[in-house]
């Protein structure tokens, strides 16, 4: 594809009225066969960086034919002129991060599967399979099970009974949806992933633990995505239920009656004990740990391997264990290694106290 084509599919050129509405240069209009990091991109590839990301050192040993720079920053002039004296193609965008993810579908669009049931799946004669929906080898489909229209159910999948998928959605290879589980249009789960497994209940008593019957479900809202080995648990009683458009990476454990707003985006080792509640636009990093019935407001924070135990405010910025604002957690993180020679230096401090106090050494005497 030449670049000049690939210029007028980005979605940032064509709310600016066109290529000739953005800064760029064709250099050559040269043919783009694929993409690739900055540092790896050869000759007939497409690159990316932002402003911060990758300064001139970077730039002089690119050998990309086609780049996506930062139209803001300061180092953006002195980019595109670099990018020109080197006869790269380039286009100057308010968010090239965008851009490339924009260029990668267009330069790898997705296979679509054809649509059927292959002969070894097991589907149950109380299903509903939708027009356009593509049903693996050795899928297994459960009692009143829906699935909508155009979904994509990859070898291994299992949907236990009244599993309802909406249309568009994509399950992967040995993906399962237990009983009751309910998906919007156009989610994704990755493979080996489980939706609506028990939640871990147990009630204790003299003679061990009493199982509670985990009878609730677990609603995965309009364009959420799963991803490989991640587990949301169904509750006793009631639902747990992921807000739309929401990311959760891979091995990921939310439990159950556990509830989030929209676009909340949850790090790969996230964890999250029953009843937590999230708002819209929350941000777990890896390994954040929530406590039972934590709550984290709307666009709240907690960087990676923080630990919530209570309430952190909408907005908010939380690290640490137990977590505390950011800035305050920065400032502690800075102590810390300075406490072996403050330490040292209060026994000293301790030291010449005692011998002032001591009788005969000059000072006061000790009472």
Same mark, same amino acid.
């Given at each position: 594809?030449?670049?000049?084509?690939? *210029?007028?599919?980005?979605?940032?050129?064509?709310?600016?009225?066109?290529?000739?509405?953005?800064?760029?240069? *064709?250099?050559?209009?040269a043919?783009?066969?694929?993409?690739?990091?900055?540092?790896?991109?050869?000759? +007939? %590839?497409?690159?990316?960086?932002?402003?911060?990301?990758? /300064?001139?050192?970077?730039l002089?040993?690119?050998?990309a =034919?086609?780049?996506?720079?930062?139209?803001?920053g300061?180092?953006?002039?002195?980019?595109?002129?670099?990018?020109?004296? &080197?006869?790269?193609?380039?286009?100057? #965008?308010?968010?090239?991060?965008?851009?490339?993810?924009?260029? /990668?579908?267009?330069l790898?669009?997705?296979?679509?599967?054809?649509?059927?049931?292959?002969?070894?799946a097991?589907?149950?004669?109380?299903?509903?399979?939708?027009?356009?929906?593509h049903?693996?080898?050795?899928v297994?489909?459960?009692?009143n099970?829906?699935?909508?229209?155009? @979904?994509?159910?990859?070898?291994?999948v299992v949907?236990?009974?009244?599993?309802?998928?909406?249309?568009?959605?994509?399950?992967?290879?040995?993906a399962?949806?237990h009983?009751?589980?309910?998906?919007?249009?156009?989610?994704?789960?990755?493979?080996?992933?489980? !939706?609506?497994?028990?939640?871990?209940?147990?009630?204790?008593?003299?003679?061990?633990?009493?199982?509670?019957? %985990?009878?609730? $479900?677990?609603? *995965?809202?309009?364009g959420?995505?799963?991803? @490989?080995?991640?587990?949301?648990?169904?509750p006793?009683?009631?639902?747990? $239920?992921? +807000?739309? +458009?929401?990311? !959760?990476?891979?091995?990921?454990?939310?439990?159950?009656?556990?509830?989030?707003?929209?676009?909340?985006? /949850?790090?790969?080792?996230?964890?999250?004990?029953?009843?937590?509640?999230?708002?819209?636009?929350?941000? *777990?990093?890896?390994?954040?740990?929530?406590?039972?019935?934590?709550?984290?407001?709307?666009?709240?924070?907690?960087? =990676?391997? =923080?630990?919530?135990?209570?309430?952190?405010?909408a907005?908010?910025?939380?690290?640490?264990?137990?977590? !505390?604002?950011? &800035?305050?957690w920065?400032? @502690? =993180?800075?102590?810390?290694?300075?406490?072996?020679? #403050?330490?040292?230096? #209060?026994?000293?401090?301790?030291?010449?106290?005692?011998?002032?106090?001591?009788?005969g050494s000059?000072?006061k005497?000790?009472?």
């Amino acid at each position: 594809m030449r670049f000049s084509d690939l *210029l007028g599919l980005l979605s940032e050129v064509q709310a600016a009225g066109g290529p000739q509405a953005v800064p760029h240069e *064709l250099g050559g209009d040269a043919e783009i066969e694929s993409a690739a990091a900055l540092d790896q991109a050869d000759p +007939g %590839q497409i690159a990316f960086l932002e402003s911060g990301h990758a /300064l001139g050192s970077v730039l002089d040993t690119c050998r990309a =034919s086609a780049l996506l720079l930062p139209a803001r920053g300061e180092d953006s002039a002195a980019l595109q002129q670099l990018a020109s004296s &080197r006869g790269m193609a380039w286009v100057a #965008l308010q968010d090239p991060r965008l851009g490339f993810a924009e260029v /990668l579908e267009h330069l790898f669009p997705p296979t679509p599967l054809p649509a059927g049931v292959h002969p070894s799946a097991v589907v149950d004669p109380s299903a509903a399979v939708g027009q356009g929906s593509h049903l693996g080898a050795h899928v297994v489909v459960g009692a009143n099970v829906t699935i909508a229209e155009n @979904c994509c159910l990859h070898p291994g999948v299992v949907l236990y009974d009244g599993v309802a998928l909406a249309e568009g959605c994509t399950l992967h290879a040995g993906a399962v949806v237990h009983p009751g589980s309910s998906l919007g249009r156009g989610c994704v789960v990755h493979s080996n992933a489980v !939706i609506g497994s028990e939640g871990f209940g147990f009630v204790p008593t003299a003679n061990g633990w009493r199982k509670m019957p %985990q009878t609730g $479900r677990v609603v *995965l809202e309009d364009g959420v995505e799963v991803g @490989c080995g991640s587990t949301i648990d169904r509750p006793a009683v009631g639902e747990t $239920r992921i +807000g739309a +458009g929401t990311k !959760i990476d891979n091995l990921v454990h939310i439990g159950h009656g556990v509830s989030t707003g929209r676009g909340c985006a /949850l790090a790969a080792q996230v964890g999250i004990a029953g009843g937590a509640r999230l708002g819209n636009g929350v941000i *777990l990093a890896g390994q954040v740990g929530l406590a039972n019935r934590a709550v984290m407001g709307d666009g709240a924070i907690a960087s =990676s391997k =923080s630990g919530i135990h209570g309430e952190v405010g909408a907005g908010e910025v939380v690290s640490g264990y137990p977590a !505390i604002p950011n &800035r305050l957690w920065l400032r @502690c =993180s800075a102590a810390f290694s300075k406490l072996p020679e #403050l330490t040292r230096q #209060l026994r000293q401090l301790e030291k010449r106290q005692n011998a002032q106090e001591q009788p005969g050494s000059g000072g006061k005497a000790a009472t």
